[in-house]
């Protein structure tokens, strides 16, 4: 069973936008998926879609083998929780615990599951210290902390987030990058939208690219060291895969990540030391 199935949906705004264009789409339960693709491509639009916050015009979508439909998207949200790409459109209670409380009581649990899940969930963000404090005196990344736990605390088998490294300081970054490895071992199916090419190659197993609401393509990292498919997507090639094309490297052998790059180095200093 696949976590998420789309299925030719399409979607047009008010206006007249036409933000989702036949897309199809599966993903495995466990995957960790980047969405990545220029402004304007339609990331933010299908991501409201896979909780339901959006239906498409026309096509189906599946959640853990369930259709979503207006009916059935309250329930699914339990399945699915959804972190906005702005932490104020999330956080918005007079306490930072409040806030991660609304979800779980909102979706009918006991008080004392709410207590443990929502100690569980500002624990792994590192944000339990903070729990009597108002939102708004907090900081832009420790606001995207909490819309995190607040999600978390609903104990969703998917975890959806809009550009979760946008406007956070390097060791922002580093602290969800080590989140989002954390949910991946607790077996969540992770699926982020991101400009950062680099976090991308290195994170995720699965990468899809979007244009113009289209599927540009989808499949693994390598994705990422294809000429033709970043030209397309209007990304740039991971730092690592430029530095070995400046140095002449195969088109086809580029390294995705620091890991690979070091491994191809050490390789060829050990051919050197053996002629
Ligand atoms: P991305 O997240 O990839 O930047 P979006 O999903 O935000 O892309 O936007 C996809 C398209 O839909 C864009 O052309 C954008 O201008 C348009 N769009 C987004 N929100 C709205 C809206 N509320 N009303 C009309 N058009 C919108």
Redesign the pocket.
Known sequence: MNAIELNEISYE???G????ETLTLNIPIGAKVALL????????????HLNGLKIPDEGSITIMGEALTKRSAKAIRRKVGLVFQDPDDQVFSGSVLEDVQFGPRNLGMSEEEIEAVCHAALGSVGMLEFKKKPPFHLSYGQKKRVAIAGILAMQPDIVIL?EPMSYLDPQGQDDVAALLHGLHFMGKTILL?THDVNFAASWADTIIL?KE?RLLASGGTELLVDEESVREAELHLPVIARLFRMLNYEKEKLPRNEQEAARILFESMNKEALT
């Not at 402004?39 to 991501?47: F, I």
Request: aromatic share 4%; hydrophobic share 25%.
């Open positions: 705004y008010t206006d936008t036409k933000a989702i693709g220029p402004n304007g491509a339609g990331k933010s639009t299908l991501l409201h809009d939208s979007m609401g």
